[in-house]
């Protein structure tokens, strides 16, 4: 079955950059029509979708956060990695990755990291 | 943009829900709902705007296609109360809280 898990640092100071990585089981990013997400959630806030990859390598990022987000994909590793920089307080919040199934809905999720941004 | 209402719904257990998404544009049958509890990530509920999902109770159910979509949740149960987002390409809504009367 498919299980995705979150790893990164707990705190963030204002301006570095953040990296947190998604390791997964249960499918391969090699695999036609697969993609991983990553959505976050500010406290007591809605879901915002941040960045996608899928297997062929092609990736889409949030217009309003395009210029801040890198997302990448090792398939060995079943990982994907996501980088966002310039980081504000204001980004504190859930970050989760989660599976996209091939219709372009995300029906497995990890269990969220949440990252603080504080000095 | 997609739109939900309303922003909180408070109903008794036993009666039913109707939850709202509305798109700016219309978006097909593409669209879906998610249920988030408290301290936990959402859960598919519905895809494609009405298909349920593995395991989902059918109680559950959704309605489309176009711009305007309804979840209805009938015979409300304790575990229902929750916060429900719907979903559509790369945006979600902003979500509506169903909370208990």
């Known amino acids: 079955q498919i299980a995705l898990k979150e790893s990164g640092p707990t705190l963030v100071s204002p301006t570095q950059t953040l990296t947190v990585t998604c390791t997964f089981s249960?499918?391969?990013?090699?695999?036609?029509?697969?993609?991983v997400a990553w959505i976050r959630q500010p406290p007591g806030k809605a879901l915002e979708w941040l960045a996608l990859v899928y297997w062929n390598n092609d990736s889409r990022y949030s217009p309003s956060l395009k210029g801040r987000l890198t997302i990448t994909k090792d398939t060995s590793k079943n990982q994907v990695v996501l980088t966002m920089t310039n980081m504000d307080p204001v980004d504190t919040g859930t970050y989760y990755c989660a599976h996209r199934e091939q219709l372009g809905y995300f029906d497995h999720w990890g269990q969220g990291t949440l990252i603080t941004v504080s000095s | 943009v997609l739109t939900q209402s309303p922003a909180t719904l408070s109903l008794s257990p036993g009666e039913r829900a109707i939850l709202s998404c509305r798109a700016s544009?219309?978006?097909?049958?593409?669209l879906a709902w998610y249920q988030q509890k408290p301290g936990q990530a959402p859960r598919l509920l519905i895809s494609d705007a009405s298909n349920r999902a593995t395991g989902i109770s059918a109680r559950f159910s959704g309605s489309g296609p176009g711009t305007d979509f309804t979840l209805t949740i009938s015979g409300l149960e304790p575990e229902d109360f929750a916060v429900y987002y719907c979903?559509?390409?790369?945006?979600f809504g902003q979500g509506t809280k169903l909370e208990m009367k």
């Open positions: 979903q559509s390409g790369y945006t």
């Open positions: 544009q219309s978006v097909g049958t593409f």
């Open positions: 249960g499918f391969s990013l090699s695999t036609a029509g697969e993609g």
